[in-house]
């Protein structure tokens, strides 16, 4: 019974996947088929024309800031979860995924497969992948935070909204945490030893004397480090707003981009910018186009992880 269990799960499992993969994949196609139906291709490729020499050179080097900093992450949660990751290495790996989620569609498809192939690099994937589930999650509730201060801080089109959205974000923690103390403490329940995993998972990985603040820095460096790009893609689209006014419509679009259903990292990430920038008093393409440079400012970024996805093409015929 135990092993035809066991052999019904995986079939079932591709097809749950496949259906999400899909459906994320046609809702960020939705999004930009609704943009270039409102707006035509005109703030789109007006922004492209844009980039200069100094805007891809700046990317770049932000861009050196921001993946260190998610290696250097990486690196710590993967330490404390007992999987070791030298940062020279989490560095290329990093480099690589930034450039498959820059490329492939879903804009995660990169780092499932630097979680999957240091798993299998470690001998445990499950522990590499949880590495990876952790270090992202932490980078994204330090932006949640940013936000949450900088979105109260600033005028913003959400602002009005932050304290019942603040309120029900409490009140959905409370609820996971007494859910979590509520479940069966017996070994024998599935969901007691999830529990039991992902608080030692993140007493260890995260919380840990020595990680926690190394985690802490290298998310407040890496936000900093995309809204420095999104300030520089905004000035390069041409944009003359004030940064007390772009930073909370640049907050924005950077959660919008935490959403895993974009073509080669565009859709919602035009969407929210394009809705921010005109409730701001903007207009909506400015928006579109900030976006679009910025999209294409990471692009360049990342080329770096395409010299290490040919790197390693050149060693592996080597090495057979």
Excluded: K
């Excluded at 135990?2 to 046609?26: H, K, Q, Y």
């Excluded at 990876?132 to 330090?142: I, L, N, P």
Aim: hydrophobic residues 60%; proline residues 5%.
């Amino acid at each position: 019974m135990g092993d035809e269990a066991g052999s019904a799960m995986p079939r079932a499992t591709p097809v749950g996947r496949s259906f999400w993969g899909w459906a994320r994949l046609a809702l960020g196609v939705g999004v930009l088929v609704g943009l270039l139906c409102w707006f035509g291709t005109g703030p789109f490729l007006a922004g492209l024309r844009l980039i200069d020499a100094p805007a891809l050179a700046a990317a770049l080097a932000i861009g050196v800031l921001t993946t260190v900093c998610a290696a250097w992450r990486w690196s710590l949660v993967a330490g404390g979860l007992g999987v070791r990751l030298p940062l020279r290495e989490a560095v290329a790996h990093c480099y690589r995924a930034i450039f498959l989620n820059a490329t492939l569609p879903g804009g995660i498809l990169g780092d499932v497969h630097r979680a999957v192939r240091h798993g299998r690099d470690v001998g445990d994937v499950g522990r590499g992948i949880r590495a990876v589930v952790w270090e992202r999650m932490a980078g994204q509730v330090v932006l949640v935070a940013v936000a949450a201060v900088l979105l109260f801080a600033f005028p913003s089109p959400v602002r009005p909204f932050l304290p019942v959205a603040t309120a029900v974000a409490v009140a959905v923690l409370v609820a996971v945490v007494l859910a979590a103390r509520l479940l069966p403490q017996s070994g024998a329940s599935r969901w007691a030893r999830a529990v039991g995993t992902a608080v030692s998972d993140v007493r260890n990985g995260l919380l840990a004397r020595r990680t926690w603040f190394g985690v802490l820095l290298a998310s407040a460096l890496a936000v900093a480090g995309h809204l420095a790009t999104f300030l520089v893609a905004a000035r390069t689209a041409g944009s003359t707003a004030p940064l007390s006014l772009l930073l909370p419509l640049t907050l924005l679009a950077l959660l919008a981009m935490g959403v895993p259903a974009n073509v080669a990292g565009f859709g919602p990430r035009e969407g929210v910018a394009a809705w921010a920038f005109a409730a701001a008093g903007l207009t909506a393409a400015e928006g579109v186009a900030t976006a679009t440079v910025y999209g294409a400012l990471v692009l360049v970024a990342s080329l770096p992880g395409a010299a290490v996805l040919l790197a390693r093409r050149v060693r592996v015929p080597a090495t057979v």
